[in-house]
Antibody, heavy 123, light 110 residues
Framework: QVQLQESGPGLVKPSQTLSLTCTVS??????????WSWIRQHPGKGLEWIGY???????YYNPSLKSRVIISVDRSENRFSLRLSSVTAADTAVYYC???????????????WGQGSLVTVSS | QSALTQPASVSGSPGQSITISCTGT?????????VSWYQQHPGKAPKVMIY???KRPSGVSNRFSGSKSGNTASLTISGLQAEDEADYYC??????????FGGGTKLTVL
């Protein structure tokens, strides 16, 4: 059973960089056909796809966040990370990591999710 | 890239059927059979209920079904149960290796 666990600071100051890590257990981050993703949910609002990374390092980002987002992967530690720069209060949200099943892009869906990590942007 | 359009809320009585719509464009829902649906209970992570428009993951009740017509996908829940009360989100591949979610629908079981 694949499990994902987010970790990182729960409070970030405005203009600084938000950094979160997702540790994967029960499966390899290098498995073929899976992309490792970040999704966020503003308080009381809907889900927003941030981006995802393949174990090779290929990344794909939401165009609306692309200029501020970097997703990276550490295959040796079986984890991947999110960095979001120049944060404002509008970036306050629950951040989820999730595995995207792609099966060669014949199927595309998030099959495993972390529990979520609330990040508040405030001075 | 705009969010897919879902009704803010739907409701139904136990045993009834409800349908939640998810309207996109010819660039996302209309172009790809890659729509998935997620159920989210308060304080919990989302759970996939439908993928590939109409496929159910192992373990998901067959009371959940999905379909698509043109730029609109739909999730139908039959035989409503109290435990189905939750928020539901659709998600579609939008080309260019991007994804887009719907705004979410709150299902109330009366």
């Amino acid at each position: 059973q694949v499990q994902l666990q987010e970790s990182g600071p729960g409070l970030v100051k405005p203009s600084q960089t938000l950094s979160l890590t997702c540790t994967v257990s029960g499966g390899s981050i290098s498995s073929v056909g899976y992309y490792w993703s970040w999704i966020r949910q503003h308080p009381g609002k809907g889900l927003e796809w941030i981006g995802y990374i393949y174990h090779s390092g290929s990344t794909y980002y939401n165009p609306s966040l692309k200029s501020r987002v970097i997703i990276s992967v550490d295959r040796s530690e079986n984890r991947f990370s999110l960095r979001l720069s120049s944060v404002t209060a509008a970036d306050t949200a629950v951040y989820y990591c999730a595995r995207l099943e792609s099966s060669g892009w014949r199927e595309v869906y998030f099959d495993y999710w972390g529990q979520g990590s609330l990040v508040t942007v405030s001075s | 890239q705009s969010a897919l359009t879902q009704p803010a809320s739907v409701s139904g009585s136990p045993g009834q059927s409800i349908t939640i719509s998810c309207t996109g464009t010819s660039s996302d829902v209309g172009s790809y059979d890659l729509v998935s649906w997620y159920q989210q209970h308060p304080g919990k992570a989302p759970k996939v209920m439908i993928y590939g428009v109409s496929k159910r993951p192992s373990g998901v009740s067959n009371r959940f079904s999905g379909s698509k017509s043109g730029n609109t996908a739909s999730l139908t829940i039959s035989g409503l149960q109290a435990e189905d009360e939750a928020d539901y989100y659709c998600c579609s591949y939008a080309g260019g290796s991007t994804l887009v979610f719907g705004g979410g629908t709150k299902l109330t079981v009366l």
